[in-house]
């Protein structure tokens, strides 16, 4: 069946330092693939999206590149700011679904000190 | 405008008691979906709702689950008998439910933390 890997976390980080969460899948056909955010106290939030390989997803930021030949969407930021702090999670969507279930990698927290 | 809200926020009950959680979708959507997200774990598919229908239950754990919509309101989900297992976090999500579904984002409501004693 379809699964997601995210890096174990927690992860913990210096404001304005380089981001990396791994995030490879398994799936039949060809899924889209997103990235959800979890703030302190608040409801998971979508990030960024890519839809087919090769495109990158890009918000707030945020970068991650659809990579069909290594079954990749690394998440990656240039330099976090301690509003980032959250919980990251890699999704997919399998494809030819006519509606959104989603699965998910367990959860990356990421903590940003000043 | 108002997001997805989930009531309890917290729910703390005994082994082999009922228990009912709630969902009120953001007004307009039509889909509705249910997520489970144990400890250290990534979130569970349960079940999906267009409308008032579901026409996937494929992620139920057990007939101990059960789930229902009243049009494209409100939805109930319910934990028969609960075991200890059952302890986790329950979230809700709702979307337009209609167009690309890669287009048709979903709403996280802020779930309900269940604790099985």
């Known amino acids: 069946g379809d699964s997601v890997t995210q890096m174990e976390g927690p992860v913990t980080l210096s404001e304005e330092a380089f981001l990396t969460i791994n995030c490879t899948y398994t799936a039949t056909g060809y899924p889209s693939l997103f990235w959800y955010v979890q703030y302190p106290g608040e409801g998971l939030q979508l990030l960024l999206k890519?839809?087919?390989?090769?495109d990158k997803g890009s918000n707030k930021g945020f970068e991650a590149t659809y990579r069909k030949e290594t079954t990749s969407f690394h998440l990656e930021k240039g330099s976090v700011q301690v509003s980032d702090s959250a919980v990251y999670f890699c999704a997919l969507l399998a494809g030819g679904t006519s509606y959104g279930k989603l699965t998910f990698g367990q959860g990356t927290i990421l903590t940003v000190h000043p | 405008g108002a997001g997805v809200s989930q009531s309890p926020s917290n729910k703390v009950t005994e082994k082999g008691k009922d228990v009912e959680l709630r969902c009120d979708p953001i007004s307009g959507h039509t889909a509705l979906y249910w997520y489970r997200q144990r400890l250290g774990q990534g979130l569970e598919f349960l079940i999906y709702?267009?409308?008032?229908?579901?026409?996937?239950k494929s992620g139920l754990p057990s007939d101990r689950f059960s789930a229902e919509r009243t049009g494209e309101s409100v939805s109930t989900l319910t934990i028969q008998r609960t075991q200890q297992e059952d302890s986790a976090v329950y979230l809700c999500a709702s979307s337009l439910g209609w167009g690309r579904v890669t287009l048709d984002t979903q709403y996280f409501g802020p779930g309900t933390r269940l604790t099985v004693l």
């Open positions: 709702f267009q409308g008032n229908s579901a026409p996937d």
């Open positions: 890519a839809t087919k390989a090769d």
